[in-house]
């Protein structure tokens, strides 16, 4: 089946650590996204990437990393200098284009990442 | 600062009856509306994207957009139980690049039996 894996689905992580989210897609989607979806804040993009090699800061970087080494994968590393990550991480694709292109964004299940 | 509003809610209609939902944004300039849907605990799932004014229908589920007006609706028809969830707005300023996409904080829908 098509679709957006993440892994793992509930990851704990204690102070000072860095740990990181695995992102796959079989979609053959150019594009790739993480947010961060915090109660009553709505979902905030932190990177994103539109070809292999190349990704982009989002609103809220700090303290996260990424890399593109493939079209399918877009693992996020999330780093000890990130203080308050306690968090639903979700990565989506999209195709690229324009409007009516079919640029809608589909989401992986999630990853629960709570610090202890 | 480009917005996404929608009203918190809950909302809370009776079962069968017509849910609507509703979306407005700040930039007149804004070209891709989605709706999604998210379960408590769960990712956000696509309802349904729009692109032009008017109606776009599909199943129970019907999309009014009004750039005039700017803002955009979701109609659920024949509400069920299962419909219960959180239905999130989001706006695409520009054409293509959804490192735009603008987010709504979320409607919370409750369909009573």
């Known amino acids: 089946d098509g679709g957006i894996t993440q892994s793992p689905k509930y990851l704990f992580r204690k102070e000072g650590q860095n740990v990181t989210l695995s992102c796959e897609q079989n979609?053959?989607?150019?594009?790739m996204y993480w947010y961060r979806q915090d109660p009553g804040q709505g979902l905030r993009l932190i990177y994103y990437?539109?070809?292999?090699?190349?990704?982009q800061k989002g609103d809220i970087a700090e303290g996260y990393s990424v890399s593109r080494e493939k079209k399918e994968s877009f693992p996020l590393t999330v780093t000890s200098a990130q203080k308050n990550p306690t968090a639903f991480y979700l990565c989506?694709?999209?195709?690229?284009?324009?409007?009516?292109?079919?640029?809608?964004?589909?989401f992986g299940e999630g990853s629960w990442l709570t610090v202890v | 600062q480009k917005e996404v509003e929608q009203n918190s809610g809950p909302l809370s209609v009776p079962e069968g009856a017509i849910a609507s939902l509703n979306c407005t944004y700040s930039?007149?300039?804004?070209?891709?509306f989605f709706w999604y849907r998210q379960y408590s605990g769960k990712s956000p799932e696509l309802i349904m994207s729009?692109?032009s004014n008017g109606d776009k229908e599909d199943g129970r589920f019907t999309a009014q957009l009004n750039k005039a007006s700017q803002y955009v609706s979701l109609l659920i028809r024949d509400s069920q139980p299962s419909d219960s969830a959180t239905y999130l707005c989001?706006?695409?300023?520009?054409?293509?690049?959804?490192?735009?996409?603008?987010w709504g904080l979320g409607t919370s829908l409750a369909v009573n039996p």
């Open positions: 989506a694709s999209s195709r690229t284009g324009g409007r009516n292109s079919g640029n809608t964004i589909y």
């Open positions: 930039d007149r300039g804004s070209q891709s």
């Open positions: 989001a706006v695409n300023p520009g054409a293509g690049n959804n490192r735009k996409l603008i």
């Open positions: 979609l053959n989607h150019d594009a």
């Open positions: 729009i692109y």
């Open positions: 990437s539109q070809i292999v090699n190349d990704f």
